[in-house]
């Protein structure tokens, strides 16, 4: 019995030791942002650091486009789960946050699978660069999950108590500050982002958004579709007559260039 406790110890600093020694930082760095190097994005690591007993802490990490950074995850720590070896899988679990919320999720890190997970909870949209960059600035709380695998990807959202800025598209005037909740589902790709589907909703209207951004370059239509007694108080519909196809519905193109 002696004997194996020894033994068991050993075999203990044996595998400390290779991790805190043998495994450098960088080596880890460079897993991590392999895991998107099939798509156009990459990650970028601020303050990473190991610890014992397959650990980590990061000061904040990344995830980038040209220079223009989708989002940014703080206090970052986690562990390498060794166990998942034996499937030939070698996921990195973290947790960390954004704002005022929580994320939580996995990076696989062997070549074969190349897969990040990620679950957001009670985030406040202004701290995610990501739909500011789409033009849609105020405040909401989000929840949503992110499924990266192989350059290819898919985003689910959900916002609450949502109080955007209107804004404004080309020379097209939105009056996104109608609008209190929203609920939306992305597709990423190498050559851009679809939006299979993108719902708003406030009291007396109702929209969607459909289609593409690729290149940078939005290929998308609204369509809106407010009450009468709504569109009788809101100046902006009068500005936006020309696109309406019938009574209390209009079709919005919009065709910005973003910058990303």
């Not at 970028?44 to 802490?57: A, P, T, V, W, Y």
């Not at 990076?107 to 739909?131: K, N």
């Not at 192989?150 to 005037?173: A, E, L």
């Amino acid at each position: 019995m002696k004997y194996i406790l020894i033994s068991f110890a050993l075999l203990v600093l044996f595998v400390i030791g290779t991790w805190m020694i043998a495994i450098p930082e960088e080596t880890i760095l460079g897993l991590i942002a392999n895991s998107l190097s099939d798509s156009t994005m990459q990650i970028e690591c601020n303050g990473f650091k190991k610890n014992i007993f397959f650990g980590f802490n990061a000061d904040s990490i990344s995830i980038k486009k040209n220079d223009r950074t989708f989002i940014t995850v703080e206090n970052v720590s986690g562990h390498i789960s060794l166990f998942q070896i034996v499937r030939l899988k070698l996921p990195l679990i973290l947790s960390g946050t954004i704002g005022d919320g929580r994320i939580a999720g996995t990076a696989e890190l062997l070549r074969g699978d190349r897969e990040i997970s990620l679950t957001i909870d009670g985030t406040e949209v202004a701290s995610i660069p990501f739909f500011d960059l789409l033009g849609l600035k105020g405040s909401s709380r989000l929840s949503g999950t992110m499924v990266m695998q192989n350059g290819r990807g898919d985003i689910q959202f959900d916002m609450k108590d949502t109080h955007f800025v209107s804004g404004t598209f080309g020379s097209i005037s939105i009056p996104l500050n109608d609008f209190r909740k929203a609920q939306g589902a992305l597709e990423i790709r190498n050559a851009g982002i679809k939006v299979k589907s993108f719902t708003m909703e406030g009291p007396g209207i109702y929209s969607r958004i459909k289609g593409d951004i690729t290149g940078g370059k939005m290929n998308l239509t609204l369509e809106l579709m407010p009450e009468k007694s709504f569109t009788d108080k809101n100046l902006v519909f009068s500005l936006l007559a020309k696109y309406m196809v019938t009574p209390g519905f209009y079709s919005v193109p919009l065709t910005n260039q973003l910058n990303f």
